[in-house]
């Protein structure tokens, strides 16, 4: 086999693996933006659900301090699920060296 021909079938084999790697990124690409829609819905979902049950318990002026705390499992599960999210989507993923 002369040189010519091995470097003509390394050459074929990185491109194919070249083109493999792009459409590899092109399908993550889109899986991310199809998980950031998600997200974006989530958010949205829990901003009227969080909006909802202020208003629910700042509608209540009578029972508002009594409400919140005799109802602190729904308020703080509500109030820990937002601020989790929030954090999910602030937090910068950082590669791992090592």
Do not use: C
Not at 16 to 22: M, P
Not at 35 to 40: E, G, M, P, T
Not at 58 to 73: A, D, I, L, R, T
């Amino acid at each position: 086999m002369s040189l010519h021909s091995v470097r003509k079938k390394k050459d074929q084999a990185l491109t194919t693996q070249v083109q493999e790697l792009h459409q590899k990124g092109k399908l993550l690409q889109k899986e991310n933006m199809e998980l950031q829609k998600k997200i974006d819905l989530i958010s949205q979902e829990n901003m009227e659900l969080y909006n909802k049950v202020y208003a629910f318990w700042g509608s209540n002026n009578e029972g508002v301090n009594k409400g919140m705390q005799s109802s602190s499992g729904l308020m703080d599960e509500n109030v820990t699920v937002h601020l989790q999210h929030q954090q999910s989507v602030a937090k910068p993923i950082s590669p791992k060296l090592g």
